[in-house]
C-alpha cells in the first residue's frame, strides 16, 4: 500500500470491481414522521439546519430522547449542538433524506452540477471518519455504516493507508472495540507483508503521533489470527481490500431512534 501518491503503471492499474452492498441497509422511516419541523443550531457559526422532528427521532437515539423526551429541547423545538461542526451535521442532515453521503457519478443530476471526476464528488478520509464518530456518538447505526463503507471505497481508490493524524483522531474519539477502530486495525495488516514493514514504513516514521492503543490493537489481532503470532499474508491486496465483507464492520440494530422507542421490538434488519 502507498504512503504517497505514485502513478500507477498500466500493467497495475486497479479496475474497481462493483463492491457488495450490505443486505439490512436502513430502511426510511414511515410516512408519519414527515410532520412539524424542528430547528438544528450547529457550531459556532450557529448554522440552523431545519429538519422533520419525527425524521430525527426515527434515526437517532439521542434526537430521539432530546425531542420526544422530557428536556427543554421537545417544548422548544430547538436542539444546540455547539461543539458540532457543521460540515458533519451537512452530511448528516442530506443523509437522512437521501441515504448518501454523495451523489453517484452516474447520476445526471450530478452530471450537470459539476465536472466528472470532480474531486467535491469525494468526501475526505477526515471528514468520514468524522460523520462515523458523529453517528456514534448520536445513536445512528445506518450513518455510521455508510460511512465506513465510502471511507473503504476511498481506501481502494487511492490506495493509500490512513494518515497517523486521522489514526490519532480516531483513537482519541472512539472506545475500545469501537468498529471503526477495528476497520483500521484491519487495514494496516493488510496493507504491510510482515511486522517489520509495518513498524520500519509506519510506526517508526511517525512513532510520537500513533496512539499506543493502535500499536496494542495491532499486536492483538495478529495474535488472534494466528496463534504462532505470524503476519498475516495477503496476496492481491488490493483486489482481497474490493472483496471485503463490510458488514463484518457494520451495525445492523436498525435506525437508533425507533430502535430506541420499540425496545425489544425494534428491527433487527431493514
Ligand atoms: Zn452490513
Known amino acids: 500500500m502507498a504512503t504517497s501518491s505514485v502513478p500507477p503503471s498500466p500493467a497495475t492499474v486497479f479496475v474497481m470491481p462493483p463492491l457488495v452492498p450490505c443486505p439490512h441497509s436502513t430502511a426510511l422511516p414511515p410516512i408519519t414522521a414527515y410532520d412539524e419541523l424542528v430547528s438544528v443550531i450547529v457550531g459556532q457559526q450557529k448554522k440552523v439546519f431545519r429538519i422533520h422532528k419525527g425524521v430525527l427521532s426515527y434515526h ?47 447520476s445526471p443530476l450530478h452530471k450537470d452540477a459539476l465536472p466528472q471526476n470532480s474531486a467535491e464528488t469525494t468526501l475526505s478520509d477526515l471528514l468520514l471518519c468524522k460523520i462515523y464518530i458523529f453517528g456514534d456518538m448520536r445513536g445512528i447505526p445506518g450513518l455510521q455504516n455508510n460511512a465506513l ?63 499506543m492503543d493502535f500499536v496494542i490493537d495491532i499486536l492483538q489481532i495478529i495474535s488472534t489470527k494466528d ?44
Open 227 to 270: 496463534k504462532s503470532g505470524a503476519w498475516p499474508r495477503v496476496k492481491h491486496l488490493q483486489e482481497t481490500w474490493a472483496k471485503l465483507d463490510r458488514c463484518e464492520f457494520h451495525d445492523h440494530s436498525g435506525p437508533g431512534g425507533a430502535l430506541r422507542k420499540a425496545p425489544g421490538n425494534g428491527p433487527t434488519s431493514a
Open 149 to 211: 463503507d465510502a471511507l473503504h471505497k476511498n481506501i481502494l481508490l487511492s490506495w493509500r493507508t490512513l494518515s497517523a493524524s486521522i489514526v490519532n483522531y480516531v483513537y482519541s474519539n472512539t472506545v475500545e472495540k469501537s468498529q471503526l477502530r477495528c476497520f483500521i486495525v484491519q487495514l494496516n495488516i493488510s496493507g504491510y507483508h510482515d511486522l517489520c514493514e509495518f513498524v520500519e514504513k509506519r510506526l517508526k516514521k511517525d512513532r510520537n503521533n500513533y496512539p
Open 60 to 106: 437517532s437515539s439521542y434526537f430521539a430522547a432530546a425531542l420526544e423526551g422530557q428536556f427543554k429541547e421537545g417544548n422548544t423545538g430547538v436542539v444546540e449542538l455547539e461543539d458540532d461542526e457543521v460540515e458533519v451535521f451537512h452530511a448528516f442532515y442530506c443523509w437522512i433524506y437521501t441515504r448518501r453521503l454523495r451523489d453517484p457519478l452516474s
